[in-house]
């Protein structure tokens, strides 16, 4: 249960990329940031050929995207992967859809709650797969450089439980 409920966490983390418009501006406006697989078409994607470009605005500076099916900003189904570098953290969140995350590599860690709090937090070492449901509270942080894979349908949308905690709003 504890695991369960930390990867949905975890999957509510990473889900904050944005709301569907804000995710548009961070990244689907960028010529880079294309879907790597037309729709309609097969894709198969070794990770030497992951085209990996700048994070959304909704995470913390240091996060890459590389989206590989759909477009996590418009209705319907997406694949994509972050790279999250050693030290990553994300602020408590909650995204308006359920939240699927593969870790690849690395070490994801997922708490739950409105307060960042490592102690009772779920470790998804890589090869783990978690989901949790819409609006979960949670929050997560990585060990060693991180890959993990979202997917889910769109679009995908993170809210910060503090709005002075969403990169967003900081001034640059």
């Known amino acids: 249960m504890k695991n369960a409920m930390f ?21 689907s406006s960028e010529s880079n940031v294309a879907t790597q697989s037309p729709a309609g078409e097969m894709g198969i994607f070794p990770a030497t050929k992951v085209k990996w470009i700048d994070g959304p605005a909704s995470l913390p500076a240091g996060a890459k995207l590389a989206v590989l099916e759909g ?3 418009k209705e319907g189904f997406f694949t994509m992967r972050l790279w999250l570098p050693d030290g990553f953290k994300v602020a408590p969140h909650w995204h308006p859809k359920v939240e699927h995350v593969t870790v690849i ?4 860690n997922l708490g739950m709650g ?11 070492p890589a090869g783990t797969f978690g ?21 889910g349908i769109g679009p995908w949308t993170i809210t910060y439980v503090n709005p002075s905690d969403d990169p967003r709003n900081m001034k640059k």
């Open 71 to 73: 477009d996590p900003a």
């Open 105 to 108: 590599s690395g070490t994801f």
């Open 131 to 151: 989901h949790w449901p819409a609006g979960m509270r949670h929050f997560a942080w990585v060990k060693g450089d991180t890959v993990i894979q979202l997917h």
């Open 7 to 27: 990867a949905f966490a975890l999957a509510m983390l990473f889900a904050p990329f944005t709301q569907a418009q804000q995710l548009t501006g961070a990244a």
């Open 114 to 124: 409105e307060k960042f709090e490592q102690a009772g937090a779920s470790e998804m």
